[in-house]
């Protein structure tokens, strides 16, 4: 009998158990894979300062208390804006949709919150927000952004996944070292919103505090 | 036909095939049992003699044994 | 292989394990306790800089309970009841003894550095799935090194029938590799490019709604094959085993893992109701994550009817306590999700603190009970020592009952006032709060959440300080109780 015989056999019954199980994933997941990759014609891939600014969302992972995924509810457009769409996420790797919103959806802040608010909100949330519970991101002032490893993903996602970069993004050094400069120009176009003096010298030296990157990405979520 | 219907219907034929496939073993499971071809709460013992020299329930050398009997007939 | 009369199992490996099971234990509910204490009053967010906010340490909590905590504790408990229902010594084969003792050390070294990275940030962003690759690397050797013992021991077994919690372990072993390697998948850049940046960054195979997918088949499932399936394959040998009752229905329990595996994997996108995955797939999420009582439920009353005509050893033992405890938290944790996977429920639950709540009925009540049953089950086997304290145990059981209905109770209620808050409007339909008033509102319930994490710790604590106190001070036994484990 066929159950007798699969119990008393430990690998094909061990073969059952894994077709058993990956059955829900290649139905649900694979067939889709094609589609629910394509992007919003709109949709434009981060630049690398705003991906240096990603990449410190997930170091600091705010993802702990933060969402970006606005569903379809009156309740949540009129709280955050237009509700979340498969194709504005097709360049985010990771996805950052969260699962727990101890803080507001963060989907589209960059449409009602400045420069200057998230640098006064980040080093100090109470004092923009009496009763915030948001830990201070002091840190962010003084430590300096990964820039050449935001640049590093930025070459990989466009020769691994088509993503669209320009053609001068190459795997060489001395294409980062071409391509540094408008780094940093971006990043003192930041700079120039803010009031921290520290910031702003570290930026003429040709540095990025990592809270530069991270307002630079929290301004591109729109 | 897009991608969706395959999907759907191959979920749909799945579904039903596993389904039958878990009824077909509950039928077998008790019919086996009450036909007294073989007794699954047997199994239960496993956990409770469980010291190294327990009676074993089923003698995976002695089965062995028989089973190189039966090819060399 | 030869039987000779003076052959023992030997139980080297499952007492390292039980140590670091301990001690992972320790840790993990110290810094979900720190967590719940934080959301309290942030100001002890500064105490260790950078190191020490909110989101830095939660995933250092997740992390360590699960893949600490939980994880070795599967691990013990397989080199401690795998011997005994295979009939089989590790003893008797070499090559297995010192694998598993490679897998220890491996193990264990391997969960410092993982810790370590995350207290420096480095994280591949995914929840329960931040190691980065070079980790993700190190998991899979260790959980290839356990698949050679399990199926080793399943090769040289003299019992031939498995035993129905061999199969739970063998489908825990299977169902986290495939989750595992294939959520995990990702490109380091530092490879990808001339050396550029730093060589732990790496970027995810998958984007966007297709993450989502993969992540959440994984998590959710990362739950079955690892707060579900091995713990059910636990109960499944400790209860009987302790209680001297065979499981009530051996066929109902074969069932049950066949639909187990079949209706789980189907859950996963209960976590992307309302999201941008498409609909049906929501509605599969649904309308599974229902069917799933069935199993589960199926499991339950399975161990419940074990103890039929048996119920006064509830009162006169501890440690049947413990597990028809964590039976019952099983039940109502399976019940819970359900309910919050329908869809209408799931558009208030969602994003809430009854999310959490829901978690931690699941694993204090019922995964973290049935490891420590588990443990001080193996303790006076392993060592031939009686339990050091039966009323310490009956202490901690209180305090850590009372925590846990402390925890779920205050989650539950703050998950619905925020959920509800979030959506309240007045009569023109605007909306009445704003965020932060949906904030400050929580307060008192995180302050019972840190209440209820101390009370759970210290119970912890007890736990830890009696089987410590057994290993070096318990009254020597003769001879291996056969059932009931004794107890001063
Ligand atoms: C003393 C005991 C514990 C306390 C006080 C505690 C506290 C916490 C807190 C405060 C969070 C964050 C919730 C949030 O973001 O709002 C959390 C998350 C979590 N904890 Fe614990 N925890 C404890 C024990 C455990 C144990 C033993 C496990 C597993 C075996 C566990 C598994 C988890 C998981 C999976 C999450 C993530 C939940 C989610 O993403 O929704 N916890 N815990």
Redesign the interface.
Same mark, same amino acid.
């Given at each position: 009998?066929f159950?007798?015989w699969l119990?008393?056999n430990?690998f094909y019954?061990?073969l059952m @158990?894994?077709v058993? @199980?990956?059955?829900?994933?290649l !139905?649900?997941?694979v +067939?889709?894979?094609a589609?629910?990759?394509r992007p919003l014609s709109t949709e434009k891939p981060k630049t690398v300062l705003e991906l240096a600014g990603k990449?410190l969302y997930?170091?600091?992972? =705010?993802?702990? =208390?933060h969402?970006q995924?606005i $569903? +379809?509810?009156?309740? &949540?457009t009129?709280?955050y804006g237009k509700y979340? !769409?498969?194709g &504005?996420?097709?360049?985010?790797? +990771?996805?950052?949709?969260?699962?727990?919103?101890?803080?507001?959806d963060l989907h589209r802040v960059g449409n009602y919150r400045t420069t200057d608010w998230h640098e006064n909100h980040m080093r100090d949330p109470?004092a923009m927000?009496?009763?915030? @519970?948001?830990?201070?991101?002091k840190?962010m002032f003084t430590?300096v952004a990964?820039i050449?490893?935001?640049?590093?993903?930025a070459?990989?996602?466009k020769?691994?996944?088509f993503t669209p970069y320009g053609p001068e993004f190459k $795997?060489?050094?001395a294409a980062?070292e071409a391509h540094r400069p408008k780094v940093i120009a971006d990043a003192k176009k930041i700079a120039d919103d803010m009031k921290d003096e520290d910031v702003k010298k570290a930026v003429a030296n040709g540095e990025v505090p990592e809270i530069v990157a991270m307002i630079a990405y929290l301004n591109s979520l729109k | 036909m897009d991608i969706q219907n395959i999907q759907g219907y191959g979920m749909f034929f799945l579904t039903i095939f596993l389904t039958v496939i878990l009824y077909w073993y509950i039928l077998y499971l008790y019919r086996s049992e009450k036909k007294g071809e073989r007794d699954f709460e047997k199994y239960g013992r496993i956990a409770l003699d469980d010291n190294i020299d327990s009676p074993l329930v089923e003698d995976k050398i002695a089965s062995e044994r028989d089973n190189t009997k039966e090819q060399n007939k | 292989m030869q039987s000779n009369a003076a052959l023992e199992y030997d139980y080297t490996v499952a007492k390292l394990f039980t140590y670091v099971t301990i001690l992972f234990g320790f840790l993990g509910m110290l810094v979900g306790t720190i967590l719940a204490l934080q959301l309290a009053f942030p100001e002890l967010n500064y105490l260790i800089g950078e190191y020490g906010t909110f989101s830095r340490l939660r995933p250092i909590h997740t992390n360590t309970v699960i893949f600490g905590f939980t994880v070795s504790g599967v691990f013990a408990t397989w080199y401690y009841f795998a011997q005994r229902v295979l009939k089989v010594s590790m003893a008797e084969s070499r090559f297995l003894m010192i694998m598993g003792k490679v897998h220890f050390w491996v193990y264990f070294i391997g969960a410092l550095i993982a810790t370590i990275t995350l207290v420096f940030g480095i994280s591949a962003g995914k929840e329960y799935a931040q190691y980065e690759w070079w980790v993700d690397i190190v998991i899979v050797i260790i959980w290839i090194m356990w698949g050679v013992n399990i199926f080793g021991m399943i090769g040289i077994r003299r019992e031939k029938a498995l035993y129905v919690s061999i199969w739970y372990y063998l489908a825990c072993f299977l169902g986290i590799a495939m989750l595992y390697l294939f959520n995990n998948m990702s490109i380091p850049t530092y490879f990808a490019t001339e050396g550029l940046g730093s060589i732990h960054h790496s970027v995810s195979m998958y984007s966007g709604t297709n993450d989502a997918l993969v992540q959440w088949w994984y998590g959710h499932n990362a739950v079955a094959f690892g707060f579900t399936v091995p713990i059910v394959g636990m109960i499944y040998y400790f209860l009987p085993k302790e209680s001297g009752q065979a499981i009530y229905s051996y066929k109902l329990s074969l069932l049950s893992f066949w639909g187990l595996m079949f209706v789980y994997l189907w859950a996963g996108s209960h976590h992307l109701l309302w999201s941008t995955v498409p609909d049906w797939m929501q509605t599969m999420g649904s309308a599974f994550s229902i069917v799933l009582i069935l199993p589960s439920w199926g499991s339950a009353i399975n161990m419940l009817l074990t103890m039929k005509g048996e119920w006064n050893q509830l009162a006169e033992n501890p440690l049947i306590k413990f597990m028809v405890i964590a039976s019952t938290f099983y039940m109502l944790s399976t019940i819970e999700g359900p309910i919050q996977a329908i869809k209408s429920v799931n558009a208030i639950a969602h994003f809430t603190d009854w999310i959490p709540g829901h978690v931690h009925d699941g694993v204090l009540g019922w995964v973290v009970f049935m490891i420590m049953a588990s443990l001080f089950h193996m303790t006076p086997r392993m060592f031939k020592r009686e339990i050091y304290s039966k009323k310490l145990m009956g202490i901690q059981f209180w305090m850590q009952t009372t925590a846990v209905v402390l925890y779920f109770t205050s989650m539950w209620i703050a998950g619905i006032t925020q959920g509800m808050m979030w959506r309240a409007v007045d009569e023109y339909g605007n909306l009445v709060y704003s965020f932060i008033d949906t904030v400050t509102v929580l307060h008192p319930y995180y302050v019972i959440r840190g209440v209820s994490g101390v009370l759970y710790t210290a119970g912890f604590i007890l736990f830890a300080f009696n089987i410590y106190k057994t290993i070096t001070a318990g009254r020597k036994l003769t001879e291996e109780p056969q059932f009931r484990t004794p107890m001063a």
């Open positions: 009998m159950f007798h119990e008393k430990p019954f061990a @158990i894994s058993v @199980i990956s059955f829900a994933g !139905l649900e997941i +067939p889709n894979f589609q629910a990759a990449n997930v170091k600091d992972n =705010c993802i702990a =208390c969402s995924m $569903r +379809p509810f009156k309740s &949540e009129d709280r979340s !769409l498969s &504005e996420y097709a360049y985010d790797r +990771p996805f950052l949709w969260g699962s727990k919103r101890t803080g507001p109470k927000v009496p009763g915030s @519970i948001m830990p201070a991101y840190h430590n990964d050449e490893s935001a640049y590093a993903e070459v990989t996602v020769n691994a996944f $795997r060489t050094r980062w | - | -």
